[in-house]
């Protein structure tokens, strides 16, 4: 089952699609990512379906593409609403016959693949102002998951949270404990005052960095899932 996945930039798209897979059959399989609003438009084709050797100048050796790089497991579209409409009508022909050729090829290569794909556009509306196909949307969005804008909002609190965690398990009574605290406060701030706001991927950060920094040996603080070892 194909699953579409909507939200704010910042929500976290990426996590849900990521627990989608590992919670699923396919999780020993491998979990792809392509971000279609990070890659230029005239080389979409080739990351969705690779080239084979000669395809296009420079082209000196076969590439496999994100479908059969993904074959087995999980293929996440990440900004699917960013493709153009040619990209858009040779997707929607390898999601309804799960056969791919590559650019270059005339061999048919099937690929047993779990499309999911996120954006932070309303592709119903997009589907009626002409901007994205319609049997395209309705093949993509079979199961949907809406990742609420209070998430976005949740992330100041778990930086709190985080915070008097770290003040419960160090005390702060030692010169490094004050001072990484000092430290995690100004780093806070700093992403409110450039963000209005912080997301999860911004305090994910903050304490992968303090892991970094080396301030604090034997810390371990659950986020999201995962343990960040500090």
């Known amino acids: 089952t194909t699953v579409l996945i909507t939200g704010e930039t910042g929500t976290g798209k990426e996590l849900v699609a990521e627990a989608i897979h590992k919670n699923s059959r396919r999780a020993s399989g491998p979990f792809v990512v392509l971000d279609c609003g990070a890659i230029p438009h005239h080389l979409i084709e080739d990351q969705l379906f690779g080239h084979e050797r000669g395809a296009f100048t420079g082209a000196t050796m076969g590439r496999a593409g994100g479908f059969e790089r993904a074959d087995g497991g999980t293929l996440f579209l990440d900004e699917i609403g960013e493709l153009p409409p040619d990209a858009q009508s040779k997707l929607l022909r390898a999601v309804e016959t799960r056969v791919i050729r590559r650019i270059g090829g005339s061999a048919a290569i ?13 592709l119903a509306v997009e589907t009626n102002r002409g901007g994205f196909r319609s049997d395209l949307y309705y093949r993509i969005a079979v199961a949907r998951i809406e990742v609420p804008p209070s998430l976005h909002d949740a992330c100041d609190a778990l930086a709190v949270q985080a915070r008097a965690h770290f003040h419960r398990t160090l005390r702060a009574r030692t010169a490094s404990a004050r001072g990484f605290l000092e430290w995690f406060d100004r780093v806070h ?40 070892h500090l």
Do not use: H, M, S
């Not at 912080?198 to 892991?211: E, I, K, N, Y």
């Open 189 to 228: 701030a700093g992403l409110q005052r450039e963000r209005g706001g912080l997301r999860f991927g911004d305090v994910t950060r903050v304490l992968a960095d303090a892991a970094l920094k080396d301030r604090l040996a034997d810390v371990y603080y659950r986020l999201d899932g995962r343990i960040v």
């Open 110 to 122: 099937k690929c047993d693949v779990r499309l999911v794909a996120a954006t932070n556009r309303d």
